[in-house]
């Protein structure tokens, strides 16, 4: 659950309405998901989140719910669920990495985590923004305020221009066309 999460930047209602018959792991492994404003889209998967799901599917079983991921009830997994199972996996990786129990790790945590890696990964914004299902790329502008390092690259990749100290001094050609451009207004003008 946590993988599929965090690989998909899925947000928790996404990933607690995802449907068994939205997930497809032949032969290529993708997810279709129902965004906000119902917007769609489909996601693939890397081969571990894959792996992972096809034992989740093993250990869950025939239940009736059409939803991927059930509570221990049986009955479709809720948010509050979600973030309990999070918060308790949070303590016990703590176990190994105390830090972890000093910074806020949330559901959309993983999402904008998920969203910083791509980022990183494409250097695209348009690419975060389908992946992320966002309406909008302004919607997906905010990770450039995150991440200095696409600003950076973006001002080395543009050419700065060349400019000159100085003041500026009109040549006699350019002079001479302005005269001739006034000159030529002036006969067209009505009088």
Same mark, same amino acid.
């Given at each position: 659950?946590?993988?599929?999460?965090?690989?998909?930047?899925?947000?928790?209602? #996404?990933?607690?309405?995802?449907?068994?018959?939205?997930?497809?792991?032949?032969?290529?492994?993708?997810?279709?998901?129902?965004?906000?404003?119902?917007?769609?889209?489909?996601?693939?998967?890397?081969? #571990?989140?894959?792996?992972?799901?096809?034992?989740?599917?093993?250990?869950?079983?025939?239940?009736?719910?059409?939803?991927?991921? &059930?509570?221990?009830?049986?009955?479709?997994?809720?948010?509050?669920?979600? #973030?309990?199972?999070?918060?308790?996996?949070?303590?016990?990786?703590?176990?190994?990495?105390?830090?972890?129990?000093?910074?806020?790790?949330?559901?959309?945590?993983?999402?904008?985590?998920?969203? &910083?890696?791509?980022?990183?990964?494409?250097?695209?914004?348009?690419?975060?923004?389908?992946? &992320?299902?966002?309406?909008?790329?302004?919607?997906? #502008?905010?990770?450039?305020?995150?991440?200095?390092?696409?600003?950076?690259?973006? &001002?080395?990749?543009?050419?700065?221009?060349?400019?000159?100290?100085?003041?500026?001094?009109?040549?006699?050609?350019?002079?001479?066309?302005?005269?001739?451009?006034?000159?030529?207004?002036?006969?067209?003008?009505?009088?």
């Amino acid at each position: 659950m946590f993988h599929l999460c965090f690989a998909g930047g899925l947000r928790v209602s #996404e990933l607690i309405g995802l449907r068994i018959d939205e997930l497809n792991l032949q032969p290529n492994a993708s997810v279709i998901l129902q965004g906000k404003g119902r917007r769609e889209r489909c996601l693939p998967l890397w081969k #571990e989140t894959a792996s992972a799901l096809r034992a989740w599917l093993a250990v869950r079983g025939t239940a009736l719910a059409p939803e991927l991921f &059930l509570n221990a009830r049986g009955l479709p997994m809720t948010r509050s669920g979600f #973030e309990y199972i999070l918060r308790k996996h949070v303590r016990t990786a703590s176990n190994h990495c105390p830090s972890l129990l000093m910074k806020r790790v949330s559901p959309h945590v993983l999402r904008h985590t998920c969203a &910083l890696t791509v980022l990183q990964a494409t250097k695209d914004l348009r690419k975060v923004s389908l992946w &992320l299902g966002h309406a909008s790329t302004q919607t997906t #502008e905010i990770y450039t305020q995150v991440d200095p390092s696409v600003k950076l690259e973006a &001002l080395e990749s543009i050419v700065a221009p060349k400019l000159r100290s100085g003041r500026f001094k009109a040549t006699d050609k350019l002079i001479a066309s302005l005269r001739k451009g006034s000159f030529m207004r002036s006969q067209n003008t009505p009088k």
